[in-house]
């Protein structure tokens, strides 16, 4: 994946981790590419010893509390469903780059992916059985609407 690919796809990560945040909602999905995983801080001087590589990533806060008011109206719009989130996160990002209050909500939500990323690594499984369990309901969902859509047919079309 190129730099520009990478960065692309951490900051639409990096979005949905904060829409979903301000909206209450938990988000816990399976990260893929756990080692190459960032991580995100809010004091650079902080030292926090064997996580300092991970940790290379400056949240700017004055990106956020710049677009605070824009951040909340577009959340509540969300919420009261005037516009669906697919739509805002298609607007916030423009041509698979983050607009500035697109940047800003992402900034916002790499404080909550840290955090996220932080409780899959620690030594209590707790955390990671319940992504697991999720996970599993999931894909059992998916395996019922294929069934139920196609038939146990394998999902290919009857000839013509």
Known sequence: MTDDKAAAYGSYSDLVFGLLELLGISYRPALADLPDQKGWRIDASADYGPLNTFARGKIDLW??????????RVVASIYTGTVRAYDVVTILQRDGH??????AIASYGRIFKTLHILQFIDVDETYRRDIKDIRNLQENRHSLARKICHGKKGGTLPPL
């Open 63 to 72: 990106k956020i509390r710049r677009n605070w008011e824009d951040i909340l």
């Open 98 to 103: 983050p607009t500035a209050l697109g940047e």
